[in-house]
Each structure stands twice: as C-alpha cells, then as structure tokens.
C-alpha cells in the first residue's frame, strides 16, 4: 500500500486544492495515468502516477486542501499483507510516494509552519457522477448528484452569476469545464439553492447589497507576497518619460512587412522588454536580488530572464522570458504571446513562472498614463509602463505633436539606490528614443 502525497509543484507553494479525481476507488492506475488536477497558487496543473496499481482510497476530496506531503490518496500495489501480518501494521509501514519522486522527499514533509492556521472544513462533496468508458457526448449528472467542477470556473460561474440548473459537463467525469459556461445565460449571483458549494465564510450584507468573495489560493498568494514585499522591501520610485513617436513609426513599418510575410506582429510591450532587457545588461546593479544571508547582500545576476506580469483569470502571475538580452524582438514577440496565452488559460507551468530577475507591469493598454508598481520579490525592481500619449513638444524651436511614455521604476533601496536607477532609466530612455537600437 502506498501513501500518495501533496507534491510541490512551485516554489511558492505551502498547500494545493484538490481540482478534479480522474481516477475513483478501485479504479486499476497505470504508470503514466493522470490522476487528479491540483489547484497551486499560481495554476491547475495534472499530476500523474508513477506507480501502478489499484486507487484504494481518497484522502482529500475535490474542494479540499492539503499542505505539501500531507496524503490525499491510497494506492493499493498489490502486495497486500502477508499471511498473518496486521493489514494496519503493512498501512503503517507502507511506503510513501509523492508525485514524480521514487522516495520520500524530505522537503515536502509536512512543515509545522507557523502560519498553519486552520483551515475551515468545506462542505462535503458528493462523490462525482463516474465517467462511461470514452463517452462520446456530455453526461448529464444523475438526480441529486453535485456536478464536479473545478475552482477556478466555480469562481467564474459565482462571479458571473451563472445558474448552473441547465449546464452539462463536457470534461472526465462529467466536470463542468470553462468551455461549458462561455454561452450560458448570465444571472444573479449563485447562493442558497444554488449546486456550487457556498464557503461557509460567504456573506451577504442586505445593506450594501455586498458580496463577500473569499480569496482562492492564487489570490491568496498574491496578497500575501505583495504585503510582504511592501513592508519588508524599502520601496521609492522613479518616473521619467521618453518620446517614442519614432519607436511607434518603426513598430507600424516592421509590421507592415511582418504581415505581409505571414509572421507575428510586433507590440510596444515586445520592443520595452527587448529595451529593459538592453538596459539591464548595461547597468547590472539593477538585475539584481536582496539577501538576508549575513549581514546582507546583493545577489547580482549574470543572466537576464524579464517577467511580464499578466492578469488571468486565476490572478496576477508573471511568465519569465529568459535571456530576453539575447532574443531578438521577434523572438520575444512569439515567446510573450505564446506565454501570455498560457497564462490566460492557467496553463503555465511552474518552471515558466519562476528564475524572473526584473518584472514589467503595462497598463497601457487600459488608457493608464502613468503608476507604480509593487516590487516582484525576490527581485529588486520592477517596470510600470502607461500608455503613449499625444502631447505638444518643442523640436528645433517649433511646437509639434508627439508620443511621449510614461514610467515609473520601484526599486529596493536597500540594493539600489537613487543615482543607479536613474541610471537605469537614461538608458532605457536612450533606447526607446532610438529603437533602431532595440531591433538591431
């Protein structure tokens, strides 16, 4: 018998919520086989098994949690109790397996951590409604049965207000996937009567006719490093402007002939990280990481892997374009859009998502002229970009119309101080005001 535990599947991870069992009790499990979708911080990623045998038993149900190297699941190998033995004795000494490792890891037992606060037990859920082999159409959920559904459309469906009543799943075991609710008719919000589970900690205040929505775990995450990063990081900002009225006449010329060569088009964000990262090799004191070890220090870094924050629907997370100073654009044009979309779909894997040494956040596309940004720790800066503005410049003595952008640096300042990331940004300045530069 074997002990399936909670695997870490980042590096920011404390606990996973139990998605979706593709494999129910008796089920015969192959190596190989996907056995259950997890809810990280940062994605819903599969998880398969490495070990053959027969499904015994589940620990964690859909909608619970469990920190890492808690069991969720039993895996009968087989080898049962020996003629005599105490099958519980063979339970006790059963080896455990975490997913993808051959032996305990030693890291992933559970840790006594101080921020162990109780987790609020969660309505129990019905067993979901069991998959026909290969079912060719969706099944409708029997009389009674809870339909199966994964958190981050059950978000969905609540924030939307989706009645659920005449929705079929398409996904295994007749789960109701994101593709399901893209038509279905908008209504109030879902409460008492409604099939989702209501967290016990929901509430509606009549007054205000307030909603309270309680936090997943990526959102739960995000508060909880940002706040970290706050206080802990000495943060100050830097705002300077450039006119890119020439980067914005190359970008529409270059695509001009992208398109007509039947490649991807280049974006302001494609030429600002290719810029960012120029400039971060030129002045390296700011591709660089805080410490604690000793007395403190600065962790430079040879290597320049730009993170491009992203809202999903799952929340902020922040796809790595690694070596961004040695793509050309086009290179990262394909690698941000290719990212983004991953993003967009939470499919992004943890190794996408981590080893950023320098995070740009744009919010030009939503008309935001100018913002700051709170730093990506362990990183010690952080790119909040606007959007190009029309404005009335003086060029060789006369008054003309030009783009300008806006950004603004937040920097540590225990690591940077004023005059390095001004320095920065009279090189980034320089860069976006002659992009032949960038795409050179």
């Given at each position: 018998?074997?002990?399936?535990?909670?695997?870490?599947?980042?590096d920011?991870?404390?606990?996973?919520?139990?998605?979706?069992?593709?494999?129910q009790p008796?089920d015969r499990?192959?190596?190989?086989?996907?056995?259950v979708?997890?809810?990280?911080?940062?994605?819903l990623?599969?998880?398969?098994?490495y070990?053959?045998?027969v499904l015994?038993?589940?620990?964690?149900?859909?909608?619970?949690q469990?920190?890492?190297?808690?069991p969720?699941?039993?895996l009968?190998?087989e080898?049962?109790?020996?003629p005599?033995q105490?099958?519980?004795?063979?339970?006790a000494e059963a080896?455990?397996?975490?997913?993808?490792?051959?032996a305990p890891?030693?890291?992933?037992?559970?840790?006594?951590a101080?921020?162990?606060?109780?987790?609020?037990?969660?309505?129990?859920?019905a067993?979901p409604?069991?998959?026909?082999p290969?079912?060719p159409t969706?099944?409708?959920?029997?009389?009674g049965a809870?339909?199966?559904?994964?958190p981050?459309?059950?978000?969905?469906?609540?924030?939307?207000?989706i009645?659920?009543a005449?929705v079929?799943?398409s996904?295994?075991?007749?789960?109701?996937?994101?593709?399901?609710?893209?038509?279905?008719?908008?209504?109030?919000p879902?409460?008492?009567?409604?099939?989702?589970p209501?967290p016990?900690?929901?509430a509606?205040?009549?007054l205000?006719?307030?909603t309270?929505?309680?936090?997943d775990?990526?959102?739960?995450v995000?508060?909880?490093r940002?706040?970290?990063s706050?206080?802990?990081a000495?943060?100050?900002?830097?705002?300077?402007?450039?006119?890119?009225?020439?980067?914005i006449?190359?970008r529409?010329?270059?695509?001009?002939?992208?398109?007509?060569?039947?490649?991807?088009?280049l974006?302001?964000?494609?030429?600002?990280?290719?810029?960012?990262a120029?400039?971060?090799?030129?002045?390296?004191?700011v591709n660089?990481?805080?410490?604690?070890?000793g007395?403190?220090?600065?962790?430079?870094?040879?290597r320049?892997?730009v993170?491009?924050?992203?809202?999903?629907?799952?929340?902020l997370v922040?796809?790595?374009?690694?070596?961004?100073?040695?793509?050309?654009?086009s290179?990262?044009a394909?690698?941000?859009?290719?990212?983004?979309?991953?993003?967009?779909?939470?499919?992004?894997t943890?190794?996408e998502?981590?080893?950023?040494?320098?995070?740009i956040?744009?919010?030009?596309?939503?008309?935001?002229?100018?913002?700051?940004?709170?730093?990506?720790?362990?990183?010690?800066?952080?790119?909040?970009?606007?959007?190009?503005?029309?404005?009335?410049?003086?060029?060789?003595g006369?008054i003309?119309?030009r783009?300008?952008?806006?950004?603004?640096l937040s920097?540590d300042?225990?690591?940077?101080d004023?005059?390095?990331?001004?320095?920065?940004?009279?090189?980034?300045?320089?860069?976006?005001?002659?992009?032949v530069?960038?795409?050179?």
């Open positions: 018998m074997i002990d399936i535990l909670m695997p870490r599947l980042s920011t991870m404390t606990e996973g919520t139990i998605a979706t069992w593709l494999k008796g499990v192959e190596v190989g086989d996907i056995l979708e997890i809810e990280t911080d940062k994605a990623m599969e998880q398969e098994a070990e053959a045998g015994s038993s589940i620990l964690v149900q859909v909608g619970e469990a920190r890492i190297g808690e969720i699941a039993r009968d190998d080898r049962g109790a020996a005599g105490d099958p519980e004795s063979v339970l080896p455990v397996r975490t997913f993808g490792s051959a890891n030693p890291e992933s037992a559970p840790a006594p101080p921020e162990s606060a109780p987790v609020p037990a969660p309505t129990p859920v067993a409604v069991p998959a026909g290969a079912a969706p099944l409708r959920p029997a009389e809870r339909q199966v559904i994964s981050l459309v059950r978000r969905l469906v609540r924030e939307r207000g009645d659920l005449g079929i799943g996904g295994p075991g007749g789960r109701i996937v994101r593709a399901d609710i893209e038509d279905a008719p908008a209504g109030a879902a409460g008492a009567g409604s099939p989702l209501v016990a900690t929901s509606t205040n009549a205000q006719h307030s309270v929505v309680p936090f775990a990526t959102r739960a995000i508060a909880r940002l706040s970290s706050s206080s802990e000495p943060h100050f900002a830097v705002t300077a402007v450039a006119d890119v009225t020439e980067l006449t190359l529409a010329t270059l695509n001009e002939r992208l398109v007509a060569a039947d490649r991807l088009k974006s302001v964000t494609d030429m600002i990280v290719r810029a960012c120029l400039a971060l090799r030129e002045v390296p004191g660089a990481s805080y410490s604690d070890e007395r403190g220090a600065t962790v430079m870094h040879e320049v892997h993170g491009l924050a992203v809202a999903a629907d799952s929340g922040v796809p790595v374009i690694r070596d961004a100073d040695r793509l050309p654009t290179a990262i394909a690698a941000t859009s290719a990212l983004s979309a991953r993003a967009r779909d939470g499919k992004l943890p190794d998502m981590t080893g950023g040494t320098f995070t956040s744009n919010l030009g596309m939503y008309v935001v002229e100018q913002f700051t940004a709170v730093i990506n720790p362990p990183e010690a800066a952080i790119l909040a970009v606007g959007s190009a503005v029309s404005e009335p410049a003086v060029v060789d006369a003309v119309a783009e300008r952008l806006r950004y603004t920097a300042h225990r690591i940077i004023g005059a390095l990331a001004a320095q920065f940004l009279r090189v980034l300045t320089g860069l976006l005001e002659n992009p530069a960038i795409v050179a």
